[in-house]
Every structure is written in C-alpha cells, then in structure tokens.
C-alpha cells in the first residue's frame, strides 16, 4: 500500500529535501503535493485526497499553528493526521503543536528514519507499510 502526502513549507527546498528523504526513508509514498503556506495547503486538499501531512510552523500568510486549526473547524480534514517539522524544538513549541491538533513533532534536521517512523505512527501501519487487516488471507475475509 503507498499513500498520498502534503508537505507545507514556504522554503521550496526545504519541500524537496522532504521529499526526498521521506523516498530514501523507504516509505510507501504514491503522491506527493506541496505547498508554500497553510492557506495554499487547503487549496491543496480542496483538489486532492492525502493521507498525511507534514508542515513547517513558521510560514507566511498562514502559519502550521493557523493551519492545524483550520484543519480541525473541517470534518473531512480534521482526521487528516498532521507532523510538523521545526527547527524550533522546544517543549513549549511542540506542546502548542499538538494541542492544536498535531500528531507527531519532528526537529529539523532529521533522519530518514525519523521521518518513516513518525509518518508510520500517525498513519497507524506497522514497520513494513502495511496496515494489520491487509495481512489476512482472503479466506479468512466474511463477505
């Protein structure tokens, strides 16, 4: 199974090493999309389903803070589970981010394996990619 990502920051290179170490991370990843700030990224899901997204906090317009409580007025987005990604690690920062609805806080810099790891937490498949009920056999299925 492969998944569909968003990643919010406003520094395009940044958006690409991202990318590229969530690909070398080994994660299953069908489509990535991107965006430069929070009001972009909801443009973004308006035309695009995703399955994860990774933001930075610090953005103009409107910041990942901004974002995630937006994310979370929306019905069909506040289940969408949301990293952030930040230079600013302190407690009190990620304390803010995941009490406007983040599910995981990643320090920059990172590993490749930080970034799969987290990614797998919050999407809730175990350390292949794959969800648990996709290990079954068909005939064990009832339908």
Do not use: H
């Not at 290179?13 to 909801?42: D, P, Q, T």
């Not at 952030?84 to 920059?108: H, P, Y």
């Amino acid at each position: 199974m492969s998944f569909n990502v968003l990643i919010v920051d406003d520094s395009s290179s940044m958006r690409a090493v991202i990318k590229k170490v969530i690909a070398i991370s080994g994660f299953k990843m069908n489509n990535c999309y991107e965006a430069g700030n929070g009001i972009e990224a909801l443009e973004r899901l308006k035309e695009n389903w995703v399955d994860a997204i990774i933001s930075d906090i610090n953005m103009p317009e409107m910041n990942g803070l901004e974002l995630l409580k937006e994310l979370q007025r929306d019905s069909l987005y506040k289940n969408i589970p949301v990293i952030v990604v930040s230079t600013e690690g302190s407690s009190e920062r990620m304390n803010d981010a995941l009490q406007a609805g983040a599910k995981g806080f990643i320090k920059k810099p990172f590993l490749p394996e930080d970034i799969r790891k987290v990614l797998y937490d919050v999407i809730g498949v175990g350390s292949d990619g794959e969800y648990q009920e996709d290990r079954r056999d068909a005939e064990e299925v009832d339908f």
